[in-house]
């Protein structure tokens, strides 16, 4: 009888120390494991409250393995975030054509002035190259463009510049108006093209805080009515506003959404171009 009950003991012992053993297992889901919620934000999407309260804010993630955060690959796109709504600023009068200081971009809080700048000055507020290596056609800062010449990347006369972390570009065209070799961060910046793809990445207007999102209504209300001047201003294919000072520069808004009515590409040029 004594070993029977000893029996019967050791047996419910057993099968007690097995329960807790099952009971802490169960216990430890999700705790760091693939099976459970991990805390905070994984998926490289910024939380609301991960910008500071702020919608210029560059929609950035750490690089996975490769150590280069200069390959957009690697980060957010720049269109998980909506665009910034800018509020255009209406001179008392339009602004004059022939004022070449009109011609520049602001980005995240920083003036360019087109007629002054290279290369180097958008490489100083955190935009780099992104190409191949391995392309026939790779061009970086350092590569050679000819005297008196325009810098050229295989069939595109423009260069992309990816702001450090995104996705989010704008083209420059850049052009070498001296009369020796330049490395291209040095040459002179001839054209700055931006659009509606850069989202919330970075902010960037020119005059006037004019962008991509603006109206016809807003480019007249700072350059002027189209055609109503000496300076050749021309409207055209429906879609298209070109406002064009010979010798000084130009604004190109190009691709009018037919909905909205609003453009989704800015162009800044300057009259810069190697001699014939």
Known sequence: MKKIIALALVIVLALSLLASCGGSSGGN???GSSGGSTPGNSSGTPSASSGGGSSSTPATTASSGSGNSNNPSTSTSASTNPPIKRIVEVPDKPLDLTDDSIYFVLIDGVKINLHEATVQDFLNIGFVFNEDKDDEDYFDENSEVDANSAAYSG????????K???????EVYAVNLS???LPLKDCEIGTVYFDER???AFDISTVC?????CTEEEIISVLGDIGDDEFTQIAYKRNQIRYYAEGHGEFWFITKDTGSGAFRQVGVHTAKSPAR
Not at 164 to 170: D, L
Not at 209 to 213: D, P, Q, V
């Open 179 to 181: 009369d020796r070799s």
């Open 209 to 213: 805080n004019l962008s991509y999102g």
């Open 29 to 31: 889901v999700g705790k």
């Open 155 to 162: 069939f595109n006369f423009g260069q992309r510049l990816y």
């Open 164 to 170: 450090e972390g995104t996705e989010a570009f704008i």
């Open 198 to 200: 850069i989202g919330s």
